[in-house]
């Protein structure tokens, strides 16, 4: 697996295992974060509802952390496409590094937990018709 061949660092963080857990841990934490960190056109295509967007691969990613959750103990998700793919990975070390203390993950991502039946918002949510045009003579 790609992941293993990467040098990131010990994940410090907790990590949320399947998409009931997320559930019961956004139920728990009503002021929780949940972050979204794919690029912003993906987050367009499909998120969790109530997530918010900081692309981990952006520049400013920490800068819209510091937005998102200037209290570097806010609780908060972040999550990517799916288990295989390593946005929230880099984004977790990313906000390790930056003194976040209370930030999961949950690794099966988008994908996941839209496998799982539960909600998404975005495009993919709603299939575009395809509208034919009538011409009239």
């Not at 806010?74 to 977790?92: F, N, P, Q, R």
């Not at 003194?99 to 993950?105: D, L, P, R, V, W």
């Amino acid at each position: 697996m790609l992941r293993q061949h990467l040098p990131l660092m010990q994940n410090p963080f907790d990590e949320i295992p399947e998409s009931d857990s997320l559930r019961l841990w956004l139920e728990a934490h009503p002021d929780g974060l949940l972050i979204n960190v794919l690029p912003e056109n993906a987050c367009e295509e499909a998120r969790i509802p109530g997530s918010k967007n900081a692309c981990t691969y952006e520049m400013a990613f920490l800068g819209t952390m510091d937005l998102l959750a200037p209290d570097r103990s806010t609780e908060m998700v972040v999550y990517g496409k799916c288990s295989k793919t390593l946005e929230a990975d880099a984004a977790i070390e990313k906000l390790g590094q930056a003194g976040y203390t209370k930030a999961k993950i949950y690794r099966g991502g988008i994908d996941a937990w839209s496998k799982a039946g539960f909600p998404t918002r975005g495009m993919a949510s709603h299939p575009r018709t395809h509208l034919r045009r009538v011409f009239t003579p």
